[in-house]
């Protein structure tokens, strides 16, 4: 999951899987969701195949940097991303914002298609107390298009997409910059014993609108490792700060899921005091 929850555009937690399965994405300097991070991850578990006998852990997930992955179609989510920093500010106060998203077409047969609306005002008042009336007054619309290619990875799937973060802007998100960027993401494999082998993920693009500030041109590149069948751990660079995390998946049903993300913006504090990011994201596979 992720998956942007600029990732998802307005970054987060990177849902987009942005994730994780995102951000801006659990990304750069908010709590947004755009759920890159989860799609990456999402994208891994339906897609991933293996054309020898061998086994492989369940999935893998990239953290906060934009994916070359789409949402399959009819599968949808909704996401709430917290965090201990509010967005592009020095102070500690504790922030959120909700992210849902809807995957269209075919990205195997001709273009994926998906559509994820983040919300960046979720009901903080003066005082920060709850005020429904706050509830939807800030946020942002993001589309990205997608196309299975061939992998650099022999036997793996890869997909390339182009997408616009906060391609639609509304409320305090009116001031923020849209996101273009383009990406490429493939699955790969790590052995670990004479039958099984860890899976992988790799994402590298560029985008217009990155980094703690969301306001830079710049390039990313993110890995995740599958580490077991209910655990993975990712890192990645988005335009100029490091942040690592930490995703896990349980099954709630059949075709619905959820998973739970752990991740630290600006590891090395180049660009901000560093943050946490805590997303939860609900995924329907067979949404309509």
Known sequence: MSTSLN??????????????????SVNAQTATISGEDYLAYLSSLTSQTSATSRTRTRGASTVGV??????????????????DRRER???READGSFAFGVGFGDARKSVGFEAIVGLSSVG?????????GDFGDSG???????REVTSIFDGEIASVAFGVGRAVRWG?????????YLAYSSTFAVPMSEYRDMSGLLTFGVGSAIGTQEDKSGAFLGVGLGVTDW?????????????????????LRKDLSLQVGVSYGDVTKKN???RWNLTFALVDAKLF
């Open 66 to 83: 934009p994916s070359g992955f789409t949402l399959a179609k009819n599968m949808g989510f909704a996401a709430v991303a917290l965090s």
């Open 231 to 251: 655990l993975s751990v990712g890192g990645s660079w988005y335009g100029d700060e490091f942040t690592a995390g930490v995703s896990s998946t349980i099954d």
């Open 272 to 274: 901000s005091d560093g």
């Open 140 to 146: 942002s619309l993001n589309f990205k298009l997608s």
């Open 89 to 91: 500010t020095a102070t």
């Open 7 to 24: 990732l998802w555009g307005q970054s987060v937690l990177g849902l987009a899987l942005t994730a994780f399965l995102a951000p801006a």
């Open 124 to 132: 903080a008042g003066v005082g920060s107390k709850f005020d429904l």
């Open 172 to 180: 305090d998100m009116t001031n923020e910059d849209p996101n273009y």
